[in-house]
């Protein structure tokens, strides 16, 4: 009886540890920056603005051996002032969002399983100039609700696969704000390890939307690539893959002598990026980049984009560094603009939860032929300008974070 009452009663002090050990930890941070642009919304007559930004960020994780959950969440307000805002509907703008996900961990760090679902509501004119760099008289807010899941396996010491399924809805408040849509994604990647240096990859995805318009449009987007990750020294990389895409449109919508048609058609073009990074030097790292991709906007217009650039990152000691960078982009819509821009940053560890950075950026628009084109199914501009404009920018920002429960409890 007494090896009874022993035996429970050490089963009983083992059980919380073993089948509950749970290790909470806490963190947030605020951010506070101040930025002065000559041209914020990229217009052909330039006028100032003083903006303002608050960010607060959260994130609570729960871990055990074999598992993780994360909840994080975020909010920034946005505020602007000055002769560069006049004929804008809004000056403030508010952009928050929650995000939970459970991650369970296999017998190795290749081996996993996720499922993640998050919520954001944000200033519809704010996402759109955030995506596409375009200002609108646009009012209201939009939803994103997603849910997304995957696998990571390793198939062999040589081989491993990983599976990726996402769905987006996005909506307007007020309903009449914008056309809701449906984005939904899956993605297969297989990796080979062909020797110590060199790994190969071939992916492909699906995309479907569908938009709740009249015609009840459906964009299908097929990319399949293949591609290179090797790594020559401890001081040269490179990363890179290509391949077709192919768009078809079902029900789209064409405007003919004042009557609003259905219509569908297909294109196939090439997709592809690589990027090239180098360590000249301990302390300074050189990375190359060009792409070209084809998908939605944050709204739902489809778009093309090439894009190169550059990045040199020179840490001058352990609580200060520099960066520069240089790049040129291509948006092909109904019509093309194209940019480039540069930018400097210095960064700087005030304390031990303290950092501050000021930047400076210069970004040119060309001109672009014609009149500010919208996209047919969305009804949102896709075109920012017709004329030629640049904006001059100087940002200082402030952040402190916080460790409110560190790991270990």
């Not at 930025?35 to 603005?49: H, Y």
């Not at 995805?205 to 790594?231: C, M, P, W």
């Not at 609580?319 to 291509?330: D, H, M, Q």
């Amino acid at each position: 009886m007494k090896r009874t009452i022993l035996a429970v009663s050490v089963s009983l002090g083992v059980l919380p540890s073993t089948a509950f050990a749970v290790d909470w930890s806490a963190r947030s941070s605020i951010s506070e920056s101040v930025e002065l642009n000559d041209n914020q919304f990229m217009r052909t007559s330039p006028a100032g603005t003083f903006g303002s930004y608050t960010a607060i960020t959260a994130n609570a994780e729960a871990r055990t051996r074999t598992s993780k959950f994360d909840f994080d969440g975020d909010g920034t307000y946005k505020k602007y002032w000055g002769p560069g805002t006049d004929g804008l509907r809004q000056t403030e703008f508010l952009n928050y969002g929650f995000k939970g996900r459970y991650e369970h961990l296999g017998k190795n760090p290749f081996d996993r399983e996720f499922i993640e679902a998050n919520w954001r509501q944000q200033s519809t004119a704010l996402a759109i100039l955030s995506d596409l760099g375009i200002a609108t008289t646009a009012t209201g807010f939009l939803d994103r609700l997603t849910v997304s899941g995957g696998i990571d396996r390793s198939l062999t010491y040589l081989d491993t696969i990983n599976l990726f399924a996402r769905s987006t809805r996005t909506s307007y408040e007020p309903s009449s704000g914008g056309i809701p849509f449906t984005d939904t994604l899956a993605n297969g990647t297989w990796q080979h390890r062909l020797n110590p240096l060199v790994t190969l990859t071939a992916s492909s995805e699906a995309e479907v939307l569908n938009y709740d318009n009249l015609f009840n449009s459906q964009l299908t987007i097929l990319r399949n690539t293949v591609g290179v990750n090797t790594s020559p020294s401890s001081l040269l990389s490179f990363r890179g893959n290509v391949g077709p895409v192919y768009v078809q449109t079902e029900r789209g919508v064409v405007t003919t002598n004042g009557r609003t048609l259905p219509i569908s058609g297909a294109q196939t073009d090439w997709i592809g990026n690589a990027v090239l990074t180098y360590k000249m030097f301990n302390d300074t790292t050189l990375t190359l980049s060009a792409s070209q991709s084809i998908g939605p906007s944050i709204v739902g217009s489809l778009f093309k984009t090439n894009s190169i650039a550059a990045g040199l990152a020179y840490i001058i000691n352990s609580r200060s560094s520099l960066s520069f960078a240089a790049s040129g982009n291509r948006q092909i819509s109904t019509s093309t603009t194209d940019f480039v821009s540069a930018s400097v940053a210095y960064s700087y560890q005030l304390a031990r939860d303290w950092r501050a950075q000021v930047s400076y950026r210069y970004l040119h628009r060309f001109a672009t032929n014609g009149t500010v084109f919208f996209d047919p199914i969305t009804s949102t501009p896709t075109v920012s300008g017709t004329g030629t404009a640049s904006s001059n920018s100087v940002l200082l920002v402030v952040s402190r974070n916080f460790t409110v429960l560190p790991p270990g409890n």
